[in-house]
């Protein structure tokens, strides 16, 4: 079936290094990819998702490149902020008309110390 | 104001009690889920409601049982709740089916414990 593989469950930076967070998926189809981010006590919201048109998606200065040949839509970011301690899902949902259904992977927990 | 509200926030039952765990949004959402999350496991999804009455399983729905009466509301019932179902249930909505938007609004979590 289709899924999301997040290899990180823990990662602890020092503030100002880059960040990447590993996402790689399987589908039948070409699926959508997304990510959420969960600050501590707080419900999740969506990030990034990603372009058709090989457009980069960027806020908050996190981007992600969509690539089909390798299966993968890796988070990064090029500073680390104290701010940026979360956790962070990879989501997978496909095309239209065929369910809106969006599978999370198991998620990454970024701790930034100073 | 979009929001999606849960009730409770905090519960705490005993094994074998039922439990209601209900969630509102005040979108007119056609789509509303629940998913549960556990360390390790991320966020699985439970059931998914495309409209009133139109159900269907997730990925992980033995033990549990939903209603959707109204669009607005979106109820998850534990007949007989087993101690591994201690979890934080998340309720959350979409604006359009079968679009693949991804853009889910998710409310506060409803964190139950099961004694």
């Known amino acids: 079936g289709d899924s999301v593989t997040q290899t990180e469950g823990l990662v602890t930076l020092t503030e100002g290094l880059p960040v990447m967070l590993n996402c790689t998926y399987q589908?039948?189809?070409?699926?959508?990819l997304f990510w959420y981010v969960q600050h501590l006590n707080e419900a999740p919201k969506l990030l990034l998702k990603?372009?058709?048109?090989?457009k980069r998606p960027e806020h908050q200065g996190f981007h992600a490149t969509l690539h089909k040949s390798s299966s993968s839509f890796h988070l990064q970011k090029s500073s680390a902020q104290l701010s940026d301690s979360a956790l962070y899902y990879c989501?997978?949902?496909?095309?239209?008309?065929?369910?809106?259904?969006?599978?999370f992977g198991k998620g990454a927990k970024l701790t930034v110390s100073p | 104001d979009m929001k999606v509200t849960q009730m409770p926030r905090y519960l705490i039952k005993r094994m074998g009690e039922n439990v209601l765990l209900e969630c509102g949004q005040d979108?007119?959402?056609?789509?509303m889920y629940w998913y549960r999350q556990d360390p390790g496991l991320g966020l699985q999804l439970i059931y998914i409601?495309?409209?009133?009455?139109?159900?269907s399983e997730g990925d992980i729905p033995k033990g549990y049982r939903v209603s959707r009466k109204k669009r607005e509301h979106f109820s998850l019932i534990l007949d007989s709740a087993k101690t591994n179902q201690t979890s934080v249930y998340f309720c959350?909505?979409?604006?359009?089916?079968?679009?693949?938007?991804?853009?889910?609004?998710f409310g506060e979590g409803s964190k139950l414990t099961v004694l």
């Open positions: 959350a909505s979409s604006p359009r089916r079968d679009r693949g938007t991804g853009q889910l609004y």
């Open positions: 589908s039948t189809y070409s699926p959508f």
């Open positions: 990603s372009f058709t048109d090989n």
């Open positions: 989501a997978l949902t496909l095309p239209q008309g065929t369910g809106s259904k969006l599978s």
């Open positions: 979108m007119s959402h056609e789509t």
């Open positions: 409601s495309y409209d009133v009455d139109s159900n």
